[in-house]
């Protein structure tokens, strides 16, 4: 026996299924109802100093024509969201300017006209969808007499099928709607804009442009900071026929990222060297360390408590360095070369966006057996400069 249940069960699934692609179309038409402006730019700025650029800005968007729509602003970075007059959007830059120095610089602008024909042709595709789904529930109706008996699986199958059709017009009358008055919103805007009374959206972003790292977490940024330090070594237990007590010498201390990372190559010669009569008298002399050439990389660290090293002047901070140091002697006998390290503590006696000059003092420490009689206290001075 036929059962005639399964072509409007079929028919039933069909129905929903399809019914779920109306919800597409009134999410596109919310995303229309959205765009209220003729163009929109986004600029972004890194200020050298962002206290006083930030109190300019601020005072910026109070201009009688600008209306300021967002404001947020912390200890290192501040956002302005705008409504400006359109004509002024390409003169921004030039205006904003003395904040900082602009790093990116974004403009989207909308064609009205044709953004106005898209939607209009898709309004009329929608309404002629609808007269489709009107046409076909009156069908539906006239097929189906809501008063007929009929089976309980039938009659909730057609019942159902015309509240989803009706569900469906209801949407589509729903999206259409919004698109109107998305076209009705352009076009206003369009003759606004045709009459020089448009308006732009501004997207203003201020950052904090430092040196040296304040804690942040931020992406490296190289730089080019090669100087010059000068270094004194007091050796804690100098030994007879090993070492003598204090060694100094000057080095090359290239910095390569904004925060402290660097490379330091120099060397360290004895304060009061041996004479050659000296050695001849006594041949144990000769086997005493007279340079220690040193390669070495370190990094520095603000302190969280203590400014954060955006003082410019007695910024405190610590950090270690960690390389290699090739060691000589008077005799000039072959040494190995041999792994060093240090920590250190230091103050940064002045810092700008150009120059730091600091000082630190570290526990240094070659990594070999004669540790003892060669490690101490390294004090360091140190100039740097953008180049």
Known sequence: MRNNNLPNLLKFCILTFLGCFYFYP????????????????????????????????????????????????????????????????????????????VTFSNVESLNLE?????????????????????????????AYDLTKTDS????????????????????LKDNINTLENYVDEQTALLNSLNKGKSTAKLFVTLYDEITMPDGRVQKISWVNMPGISYSYLAVENPKFGTTHGAYAGMNLKYMFTRGKSYVELGVLKPLNPYKTEDLIQNPELASVKNEYFNIQFGQDFYTKHF?????????????????????????????????????????????????????RAAYYLPLNIENRNTRGILYNTSLNFVF
Do not use: M, W
């Open 114 to 142: 044709l953004e106005i024909e898209k939607v209009t042709r898709i309004i009329e595709l929608k309404k002629k969808e609808l007269f489709k789904v009107e046409t076909q529930i009156n069908d539906e109706r006239i």
């Open 307 to 359: 400014g954060r090293g955006r003082r410019k002047y007695l910024n405190l901070y610590s950090g270690y360095t960690v390389g290699i140091s090739i060691p000589n002697q008077y005799n000039d006998a072959k040494l190995k070369s041999l792994p060093v390290s240090s920590l250190s503590i230091g103050v940064e006696l002045f810092k700008s966006k150009h120059v730091l000059l600091d000082t």
């Open 26 to 101: 009134k999410s596109q038409a919310q995303y229309y109802n959205n765009n209220r402006y003729a163009a929109t730019k986004e600029i972004k700025l890194y200020c050298l100093k962002y206290n006083q650029s930030l109190q300019k800005a601020n005072e910026l968007v109070k201009r009688p024509e600008y209306k300021l729509l967002k404001q947020n602003a912390t200890t290192f970075e501040a956002s302005f969201e705008l409504e400006i007059p359109l004509n002024q959007l390409l003169s921004i830059d030039s205006i904003l300017n003395p904040l900082g120095v």
């Open 152 to 171: 309980n699986l039938n009659s909730q199958i057609k019942r159902e099928t015309l509240t989803n059709i009706q569900r469906n017009i209801e949407r």
